[in-house]
Every structure is written in structure tokens, then in C-alpha cells.
């Protein structure tokens, strides 16, 4: 049997930007340790009871963490010290983070981490992920960065990925060249190329949005809800609902099956729930590169020009077929 990690595949890939000195390989590589050590985190989560309540002190009366300040502060650890990042923005932070040390300041790329998503599904053992999204920044490298480096649209973007702690914990990402997916193998401690190039199907038959808030949808969303339900066999509808409430694994699930996730705005809040630089912009890629669609309603996500790091934007995204149905209510 033959496998290839994910160190031996960056390496390979490196062939693919002639001009590259290896530091976007680097920089995947350091992605690849820091979701390591969270999914050892994550998979420990379940101890609660033996490593005292997270957020509360614990029984040798060390402070225990909660499992998302951990993966922040992990996969800051992780990319400041490499010096290939100089700025970085993170959900869990509410300003941007310049890194001013001597290497930092002369990297060349910006980094956008949601490190855990989905952190509800936390208490109860449901699948979380980390979303990761790559610029090249534009500002002189060796000044320190600005947000200017930090803001810009999704078709800018040079990799992004996101890591899924499920039944097994998977890499996803893409350089722009399609998409590969990465099983960890435990018994290794390498992330494994599982899923070779990724294509989504055009056309799937679940439907993925939280429907709880459907007094507050707009009209053609709750007219597509309604269509998805009705029987007809040529369109093998009533189509299937699933909703974990984690985006990571909701988008994977229908990224491999056909699907679409939808989080629309609603009245209380017109631009929705999801935010665009850490959540919909990387998916978005993701779901662009695999031959799916992913768009606001209006605009494509990945053309809209961002004013602030914790902007948001509703996002309609998948199988491309089911992607246009959707389109085809709201107009
Ligand atoms: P979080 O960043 O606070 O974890 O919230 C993001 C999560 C997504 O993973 C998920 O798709 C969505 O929130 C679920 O929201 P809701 O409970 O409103 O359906
Ligand atoms: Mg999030």
C-alpha cells in the first residue's frame, strides 16, 4: 500500500507555482501541526469529568481552558513564529493581530482563522472544524502590516481549508487547483491524502439551513422550503433536511454528496449570521473549486469587497443545480 501524508503532497504541489520559495508549504505545513494538536484536544474533550469542567479549575487547581481559547491560541502559536505571516485575524479576536517580530514582519502572507466552528456542538460530542483562509499580503514586506492586508476579497485569496473533527479528522483545502482532502491517521499521526480531487455533485437531495428561523425568512426562502418538500418523482423530491449546526461539517457532508447549505438573512439580522472573512470567503473557495456555487443572494461571496473583519453576509452555497433553484425563488 502506498500513502501520501500531507507534508509529501504540499512538497509535490510546490512544482505547481514555479516562483514560490516554499513558504505558502510552510505555511500549510504549520497548519497541519496546529490542527493536529487540536484534534488531540478535541478528542480529549469527552474527560470533562476527569479533567474538571472547561472554564473551571480543575482538580490539581490548574484553570482548564475552554476548548476554543485553546485552538486560538494554538494556531496563533503555530503561524507567528514561523515568519512567514505577518498578520493575522482570528474570530475569536476582535481586531487584527500584527505580528512585528524581525522574520514576521517580512512575511508575506495573512492568515484568517475561525480555529473552532461550530463550538455549540462542543459540550455535546458533535462534529466542530477549524476554517483557514490565505492572502498575500500588500503591503511592503519588512513594514508592519496593516487591516488593508487583512481585508480583501475572496478572489484574492491564495489557499484555504478547513479541518473537520468528526468520526475522523479531516484536512480539506485548496491552492486554487482544485480540492484534496486529508484523513489523520492516528496510529501514524499523519494527515493521509483520502479524497484526491474533489468535485461536488451538480445536483444533491439535502437541503441544509435552520429552519427554526423560518417566520423571520424572506419570502422566497420559505417558497423554496416549501418546494423541497413536495412530492415529485422526477426531481426526487421531498428532499432529505440535515442541519448539525456546525458549518465545517454540514458543508462537507453536502460537499461530498450533493447539497445545499443555506444561512439567509433573517429580520433580526438582515446580513444574517455567518462571517464573511472566516466562514463564508474559505467555504465559498472550497465550494467554488470542487465546481459548486456559493453566493450572498445577490453577489457572488467571494467578489464581495469586505469593509470590517467581523463583517457577515448571508450565504447560499453548494451543488450548483440546487445552488440556482434557490437563486430562482428569491428573484
Ligand atoms: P460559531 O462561529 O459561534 O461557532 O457559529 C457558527 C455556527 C456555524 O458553524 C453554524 O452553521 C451556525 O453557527 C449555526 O447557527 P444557528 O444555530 O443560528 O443555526
Ligand atoms: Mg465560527
Avoid at 517580512?106 to 456542538?121: A, Q
Avoid at 458543508?251 to 461530498?256: C, E, G, I, Q
Wanted: charged share 20%.
Amino acid at each position: 500500500m502506498t500513502i501520501t501524508t500531507l507534508g509529501q503532497f504540499i512538497i509535490e504541489k510546490q512544482q505547481d507555482f514555479p516562483f514560490a520559495k516554499g513558504e505558502l508549504s510552510r505555511l500549510l505545513r504549520d497548519i497541519g501541526i496546529a490542527s493536529k494538536i487540536i484534534s488531540r484536544e478535541v478528542n480529549k474533550a469527552g474527560l470533562t469529568q476527569i479533567l474538571g469542567e472547561y472554564g473551571s479549575v480543575n482538580v490539581q487547581g490548574e484553570d482548564v481552558k475552554k476548548l476554543d481559547i485553546i485552538g486560538n491560541e494554538t494556531f496563533i502559536w503555530a503561524l507567528s513564529k514561523g515568519g512567514e505571516v505577518c498578520a493575522m485575524a482570528s474570530e475569536e479576536n476582535d481586531d487584527i493581530i500584527l505580528l512585528d517580530g524581525e522574520y514576521s514582519k517580512h512575511g508575506k502572507y495573512v492568515i484568517c482563522i475561525d480555529p473552532l466552528d461550530g463550538s455549540s456542538n462542543i459540550d455535546v460530542n458533535v462534529s466542530i472544524g477549524t476554517i483557514f483562509s490565505i492572502y498575500r499580503r500588500v503591503t511592503e514586506p519588512g513594514t508592519l502590516a496593516t487591516h488593508e492586508d487583512v481585508l480583501q476579497a475572496g478572489n484574492k485569496l491564495v489557499a484555504a481549508g478547513y479541518i473537520v473533527y468528526g468520526t475522523s479528522t479531516m484536512l480539506v483545502y485548496s491552492t486554487g487547483k482544485g480540492v484534496n482532502g486529508f484523513t489523520l491517521d492516528p496510529s501514524i499521526g499523519e494527515f493521509c491524502l483520502s479524497h484526491p480531487d474533489i468535485q461536488t455533485p451538480k445536483d444533491g437531495k439535502v437541503y441544509s439551513i435552520n429552519e427554526g428561523n423560518a417566520a423571520e425568512f424572506p419570502t422566497g426562502i420559505n417558497n423554496y422550503l416549501n418546494w423541497v418538500k413536495e412530492t415529485d418523482k422526477a426531481t426526487s423530491r421531498p428532499y432529505s433536511a440535515r442541519y448539525i449546526g456546525s458549518m465545517v461539517a454540514d458543508f462537507h457532508r453536502n460537499l461530498l454528496k450533493g447539497g445545499v447549505f443555506i444561512y439567509p438573512p433573517t429580520t433580526k439580522s438582515p446580513n444574517g449570521k455567518l462571517r464573511l472573512m472566516f466562514e463564508c470567503i474559505p467555504m465559498s473557495f472550497i465550494a467554488e473549486q470542487a465546481g459548486g456555487i456559493s453566493t450572498t443572494g445577490t453577489h457572488r461571496v467571494l467578489d464581495v469587497e469586505p469593509t470590517e473583519v467581523h463583517q457577515r453576509v448571508p450565504v447560499i452555497m453548494g451543488s450548483a443545480n440546487m445552488v440556482n433553484k434557490v437563486l430562482e425563488f428569491m428573484k
